[in-house]
């Protein structure tokens, strides 16, 4: 039996799923046009589920070989000449475990001295053997950083501009949790330059992974009803794309959490709205990994710069600055009529919860100071160490 997934990439045979090709339109147009692209979506809103079945496609229509690589292991990996090597040994670890033919010569003796060179060479090698166009899906591409992702950057440039002479990677996508912009901002500020054009200059579109509609939050839980009887009352799938507004993770863990937990795989039971509610709260209040996710998001600066305003009703924004596109591609904040909210009720109660309690706690310490100071200044003890706001006095 099927299940609903909130840990890593859905498997059609072990999971219910939406069509993935649903979810995205013009992917197949753009790899056709032998486009540089990025795919940026939030985190747990299917990224990787849809690049392997995408993958899986491509391969399957046969007009590519389409090939999935993950460049996690490479997260800040700063240095060039330590991560450029890492780029060469993961398209090789991830063509060892795939169908592509010569998938055995790519890398066979890499020339790592060339460290400005490497990636684009092996990659040519590779293609001139191939007799198809070849397709890369980067996923996780916003994990390299600084030197590695500059090198990175500019050998796909190479390539790409040479490709009328020089065989190359057709079309190659970019994917992670942040847009184009947003890899820039990573290496430089706005202010310096890179001393030449631009390697970004060769990734010409820019997609976002869209959430769940109602109808197919509707249709996934659909299919769980197809294959155990059990009934979801329509209260119950409005109250949850209301408080998830479809969000990928959400709208999987709570009818999990009822199911699983609640219920204790009862089919007989319905799923109703006031289980599913007591699910929301049991997954705030456990900080599963996902809301443990979105509560370390709120630590950073550029973060808490627009949740915080935002919480007291300030709108000033600009919507180019890169503090509000990079809440955006997180999947934080949404605009509605243009105003700024919270993506939805439950990340709204996450975030006002996190922030008022860290709040509370700042009150709290200096009024326990105040007396504590005072407590002792009434003694008049002499030689006490007291600890106020981190320090000795």
Known sequence: MRYFNTAGPCIKAEHYMIETGTRLQGIERLIDMKKYFVIHAARQSGKTTYLRDLTERLNTEGKYYALYCTLE???????MEKGTPEIVKTIKRALRFSAIPHAEKFAEKPEYDNFTGVINTELTLFCMKLDKPFVILFDEADCLSEDTLISFMKQLREGHNNRSTIPFVS???LVGMRNIRDYKVKIRPDSETMGSTSPFNVVTETLTLKNFTKEEV???YRQHTD?????????????IFEQTQGQPWLVNAIV???IEKILQLDFTRPVTAELAKKAIQTIILRRDTHIDSLLERLKEERVRRVIEPMLMGEDFFERSSDDYQYVTDLGLIKDVDYKIQPANPIYAEVIARTLSYEAQSKIMQKKLDAALWNFFQHRGTEGTEFHRGGKII
Not at 227 to 239: K, R, S, V, Y
Request: charged share 30%; no cysteine.
């Open 218 to 220: 509707a249709s996934l």
């Open 171 to 173: 079309s190659i996508a």
């Open 256 to 258: 999990h959490e009822v």
């Open 73 to 79: 292991s490479l997260y800040k990996v700063e240095d």
């Open 227 to 239: 294959e155990t009887g059990q009934l979801f009352d329509t209260d119950a799938i409005e109250l």
